[in-house]
């Protein structure tokens, strides 16, 4: 019987797991075994007791079980981690590939067969394993409570006897699973919420939620291939912060959520569109980790700029860790159904989802964007 290793995940603000009680019993359907070290599910209220009671086997960590040529995780491996491999292991794994040289690099020499989650293709087949979906939802949700919180008024409309409070005037940045998500929590907590995004599509999708879509003078449908937003140029750019920069100055509270995969984060928004805020608002960066929306952002701390705090909202998944484990859980297990056969690890190239997820295999970077970003042929 194939075994699935879900280690510990090690990074700093990582209370994630990559499997679930549940997950472990959907994966004994499936033939497979998962091993799990002690103490992983600490942070996401996961205890040892519950994943062995599903049928775990707890081990110590952080390498592998000899027995062990499966390995699901959440974070991006270190070099370390990716030494504790055995040659020939299948990874199952966010890599952030573009600010983590090192370890792809790492994965290829210790051929280690590398099957994305970010990379996996936005098409019907695979929506089960869309962990980038699962997960952006969780931090739309959660960016509009953590705005909420820091801002220094309702978000809804109050009636009150001393006079009328007006609701927040909310701007979000990206219509994708993030940005729509924040646009429904934020209408259900009263706000009034203007999204922008470059992309044609998101305008309805937008107005089914009740936001109203902010329009750039001019503007192309920027729609790339699997529905993502595809990088623009500079002059739409600035006819874009032109128009936000309206917007922000009536703006309590901004969450952006605009991102490339496999590329740093566009900048949308500017120090000096900051300065156009109000005093006592709030920005919440979902795309700090690559760099940023804003430029004033800090991935490791709260900025406070004329007023306005500046949060960093890239780990705001992991201030969720039971649902975002849960949900990322049924991410790796509905992938591990294309992997096993038979009682046997198979991984298929020719499967258009195993082939478009995977980022390295047999020695080689194999992820043609990737090779290419770093230097390399595929």
Do not use: W
């Not at 019987?1 to 004994?28: K, S, Y």
């Not at 497979?32 to 992983?40: H, I, K, S, T």
């Not at 996401?44 to 062995?52: K, Q, V």
Request: with cysteine; proline share 6%; net charge negative.
């Amino acid at each position: 019987m194939p075994v699935l290793f879900v280690p510990r995940e090690r990074l700093p603000g990582e209370r994630r797991l990559a499997t679930t009680p549940d997950a472990v019993r959907r994966m004994a359907r499936l033939g497979l075994e998962v091993a799990v070290e002690r103490g992983a599910g600490e942070h996401a209220h996961l205890s040892d007791d519950a994943l062995a009671e599903a049928g775990a086997r707890l081990v110590d960590g952080p390498a592998p079980p000899d027995d062990c040529r499966l390995v699901a995780r959440v974070a991006p491996p270190t070099v370390e981690e990716v030494e504790l491999l055995a040659e020939g292991t299948t990874l199952l794994s966010f890599v952030a590939p573009h600010r983590n040289r090192e370890t792809v690099e790492a994965l290829a020499r210790r051929r280690i067969t590398t099957l994305a989650m970010e990379l996996v293709p936005r098409i019907s087949r695979a929506q089960s394993m869309d962990a980038l979906s699962s997960q952006a939802s969780i931090a739309g949700y959660r960016s509009v409570v953590v705005a909420a919180y820091h801002l220094d008024k309702h978000f809804p409309l109050f009636m009150t006897a001393a006079g009328t409070i007006r609701p927040a005037n909310v701007v979000v940045l990206g219509a994708g699973v993030a940005g729509l998500q924040a646009v429904a929590t934020a209408k259900r907590l009263g706000a009034v919420v203007h999204v922008s995004d470059i992309r044609e599509a998101a305008r309805q999708e937008v107005a089914s939620l009740g936001g109203k879509f902010i329009e750039v003078p001019d503007a192309e449908d920027a729609t790339a291939e699997g529905g993502y937003a595809k990088e623009v140029g500079e002059d739409f750019l600035t006819r874009q912060r032109q128009v936000l920069t309206e917007h922000l100055a009536e703006a309590n509270a901004v969450i952006t959520t605009a991102q490339v995969p496999g590329r740093p984060a566009p900048r949308l928004v500017t120090a000096e569109m900051v300065d156009a805020m109000r005093p006592g608002g709030v920005v919440v960066d979902l795309a700090a980790a690559d760099g940023g929306n804003c430029e004033l952002t800090d991935v490791d701390r709260v900025v406070e700029h004329g007023g306005v705090r500046v949060l960093p909202g890239h780990d705001l998944p992991s201030q969720m860790p039971g649902e975002a484990s849960a949900l990322y859980a049924r991410n790796i297990a509905a992938f591990c159904e294309l992997l096993v056969d038979d009682g046997a690890l198979v991984v298929d190239r020719d499967d258009e989802v195993v082939a478009g997820a995977m980022l390295t295999a047999d020695g080689e970077i194999v992820h043609e964007p990737t090779a290419t970003m770093l230097g390399g042929d595929a």
